[in-house]
């Protein structure tokens, strides 16, 4: 069997286990393990107790406190905000993935259950929907059910205490029973229509990746034939460069265009997430140019990998993702940047919010310029003309 002598059968064979355990590693090892740890939310307690007639303290709101606070196995970090409208601000800030807000006449509508004239008590959830879908929702569903829990003891206690006073009860205060607490949610920061649930700022992130990798490779071949033809090193950086920014810039626009346009997504600020993802190629492409004017082809490889390790990651809210995933690729893959800066300027207000990964997308790219306009110091191919001329032999007179 001459085939199983060849090396390359064997080095075949081996390549086929490495590529696995790699791709494996980028595509499952980020988000087989992810679940939510430590989730920020807001808690205002603006509850004021009350005491009965019957001179019992009601501070409902500090029990709902100490139900949240005590709870181990909620996934989330409480912190204590002291008003609702500061927790809204700090909301639009992107700080809290959700809130809840105990009002101040909480107590007092529990209490009033038990009386002839019963008012219903309500508490809010807020979820801020536009900085994670995932991390929201999350939040939602975990504080409806505590909120569940709380009413279902709430029920059993005064149950128990009515049922000390009178063996009736009128159908009114047994509707009250039924639950204690109404929960009100509300969505803040909304994804729009045909935002693919909020993922639409990781889809547009990996699109334009692709696109200025197929602009920098054309651009990268059509350098290396003006080399040929002789054309000086530095001009040519320059040209590959300003072409570069120039199809990035158009391409950009017409992929905003494209997704309003063919599958009606929703854009709040379409002419500021364009102008962000047109940075955000010029980056990509600076990155890609850089890599193929000194590497050459084989960055291709490094490229690739790197658009599969953060393609997992790029929607995911980072208190889901393993503490070696965010150490070792959430930390610093540029892709990252570009995803929460888009979330920034689509669900939040514009530019403004994006000024934080804007920042970082431009240090980024400058540091990739540089190496770009470096590259123009690597010795090249002599040109072909230069070349031929070498090995004609002058003419014999």
Not at 22 to 33: I, Q
Not at 75 to 90: C, L, N
Not at 174 to 182: E, M
Not at 191 to 218: D, F, R
Request: proline fraction near 4%; charge should be neutral.
């Amino acid at each position: 069997m001459a085939l199983f002598k060849q090396k390359i059968t064997w080095i075949g064979f081996v390549g086929v286990f490495v590529v696995l355990i790699v791709f494996g590693a980028a595509m499952m090892g980020s988000v087989l393990g992810m679940k939510p740890q430590h989730l920020p939310v807001a808690l205002i307690v603006a509850d004021q107790p009350v005491q009965t007639a019957n001179g019992e303290a009601v501070a409902v709101g500090e029990m709902i406190k100490q139900v949240l606070l005590t709870n181990e196995q909620m996934p989330f970090t409480f912190t204590m905000i002291e008003s609702e409208e500061a927790a809204r601000g700090a909301l639009d800030e992107g700080k809290y993935y959700g809130a809840l807000v105990l009002p101040a006449d909480l107590s007092a509508n529990v209490s009033s259950l038990m009386s002839a004239q019963p008012a219903q008590a309500s508490v809010s959830i807020i979820s801020n929907d536009g900085l994670n879908t995932q991390a929201s929702t999350a939040v939602k569903q975990g504080l409806g059910q505590a909120m569940r829990m709380v009413n279902a003891e709430l029920a059993k206690t005064m149950l128990s205490q009515i049922g000390n006073q009178t063996e009736q009860l009128p159908v009114t205060v047994a509707q009250a029973l039924l639950s204690p607490i109404q929960v009100q949610e509300e969505a803040v920061h909304a994804v729009g229509a045909n935002n693919a649930s909020g993922s639409a700022p990781g889809l547009l992130t990996q699109i334009m990746w692709m696109g200025s990798l197929i602009a920098a490779v054309i651009l990268f071949l059509a350098r290396g034939n003006a080399r040929k033809a002789g054309a000086n090193s530095w001009v040519s950086i320059l040209a590959q460069l300003g072409m570069g920014v120039i199809i990035i810039g158009a391409a950009s626009g017409f992929l905003i265009w494209m997704a309003s346009s063919w599958y009606g997504m929703e854009l709040a600020h379409a002419s500021e997430t364009w102008l962000f993802l047109w940075l955000a190629g010029s980056m990509y492409f600076l990155i890609q140019s850089a890599l193929l004017n000194w590497i050459g082809f084989p960055a291709m490889a490094i490229m690739v990998l790197l658009m599969f390790f953060s393609m997992p990651i790029l929607n995911a809210a980072p208190e889901f993702l393993t503490q070696t995933t965010r150490d070792w690729i959430y930390s610093w893959t540029p892709l990252r940047f570009v995803a929460d800066g888009l979330r920034e300027v689509m669900y939040f207000s514009g530019l403004k919010a994006a000024a934080s990964n804007a920042a970082i997308v431009w240090s980024i790219g400058g540091a990739f310029l540089l190496l770009l306009l470096a590259s123009g110091f690597k010795k090249g191919k002599a040109p072909i003309e230069a070349s031929h001329a070498s090995t004609v032999p002058a003419p014999i007179n």
